[in-house]
């Protein structure tokens, strides 16, 4: 079956940390994160560069780190000092390997910033 898996996300306060995972299938090329809060549209996290290097957005830069363990086919997101506006669903995203016209979405982990 293939299909992508996102967990790990909770209740945190502010400045508080957590840890998501994503585990796909193996004909599926995981490569970023992206976050979608309520009534916005859905936006870029981090992911990797078409050069294999790690990219974040700005307003994530220096808290959060993305990491990927290639024999597993498992993508990391350490969130560290979170705060209110990091309050969203959390989605892994890839694309085939075979067929690269082809994205794959996990159902997303809900990530709430509160005190």
Known sequence: QVEVVES???????GGSLRLSCVASGSINVMAWYRQAPGKPREWVAGLTP?????YADSVKGRFTFSRDYPKNTLYLQMNSLKPEDTATYYCWGRGYSDTTIDYWGKGTQVTVSS
Not at 8 to 14: I, N, W
Not at 51 to 55: A, F, H, K, M
């Open 8 to 14: 790990g996300g909770g209740l945190v306060q502010p």
């Open 51 to 55: 050069g294999g290097s790690t990219n």
